[in-house]
T-cell receptor
Framework: AQSVAQPEDQVNVAEGNPLTVKCTYS??????LFWYVQYPNRGLQFLLK??????LVKGSYGFEAEFNKSQTSFHLKKPSALVSDSALYFC?????????????FGTGTKLQVIP | KAGVTQTPRYLIKTRGQQVTLSCSPI?????VSWYQQTPGQGLQFLFE???????NKGNFPGRFSGRQFSNSRSEMNVSTLELGDSALYLC?????????????FGPGTRLTVL
């Protein structure tokens, strides 16, 4: 069975500092990994995904994530945090064995960027 | 291109009633998935529909059901509502090109059961 862990319920970072939101996964075979962001009272917004290829994936709004197979991690990063980045972030994994495998989401990490 | 739309955005029901939620996917997207989001349980997968057929199902009781129409629009129904069904219900659509497809989410329907 596939699973995703986001070990931090909340991450606080000062505006202008780099930010990292952690994600580890468990899936048989090579995973498909996704990051989404959710603002209050809104749906989830796609940020980026890793399917294959370069381990460093660049996405929307200056975010990037690094796929690390040996550590089964897919941490989300941004070099310089903005107050507007404050939101709830979800990591997700999909088993690539095909068909209609469901996407499993982590529990979410609340990012607070302090002015 | 218009995004995923969900109606209604807010609903208040009482225990024992039933409710139907609607989702219109992005044009060209043929799969619709439904999720329940609660503070305690996070995002839980309900089911996915493609070509009017349910393709995958999460661990929810039979009170939760869905369907998809020939134009890919989908509805979700919850019968005999319970207090614990209060949640944000999200639908997501994708193209169905492969397991690496990106899902795009609608704004959700906030259901409150009194």
């Amino acid at each position: 069975a596939q699973s995703v862990a986001q070990p931090e319920d909340q991450v606080n970072v000062a505006e202008g500092n780099p930010l990292t939101v952690k994600c580890t996964y468990s899936v048989s075979g090579n995973p498909y990994l996704f990051w989404y962001v959710q603002y209050p009272n809104r749906g989830l917004q796609f940020l980026l995904k890793y399917i294959t290829g370069d381990n460093l994936v660049k996405g929307s709004y200056g975010f990037e994530a690094e796929f690390n197979k040996s550590q089964t991690s897919f941490h989300l990063k941004k070099p310089s945090a903005l107050v507007s980045d404050s939101a709830l972030y979800f990591c997700a994994v999909r088993d690539p064995s095909g068909g209609y495998q469901k996407v499993t989401f982590g529990t979410g990490t609340k990012l607070q960027v302090i002015p | 291109k218009a995004g995923v739309t969900q109606t209604p955005r807010y609903l208040i029901k009482t225990r024992g009633q039933q409710v139907t939620l609607s989702c219109s996917p992005i044009s060209g997207h043929r799969s619709v998935s439904w999720y329940q989001q609660t503070p305690g349980q996070g995002l839980q997968f309900l089911f996915e529909y493609f070509s009017e057929t349910q393709r995958n199902k999460g661990n929810f009781p039979g009170r939760f059901s869905g369907r998809q129409f020939s134009n890919s629009r989908s509805e979700m129904n919850v019968s005999t509502l319970e207090l614990g069904d209060s949640a944000l219900y999200l639908c997501a659509s994708r193209v169905v090109g492969g397991a690496g497809d990106t899902q795009y989410f609608g704004p959700g329907t906030r259901l409150t059961v009194l």
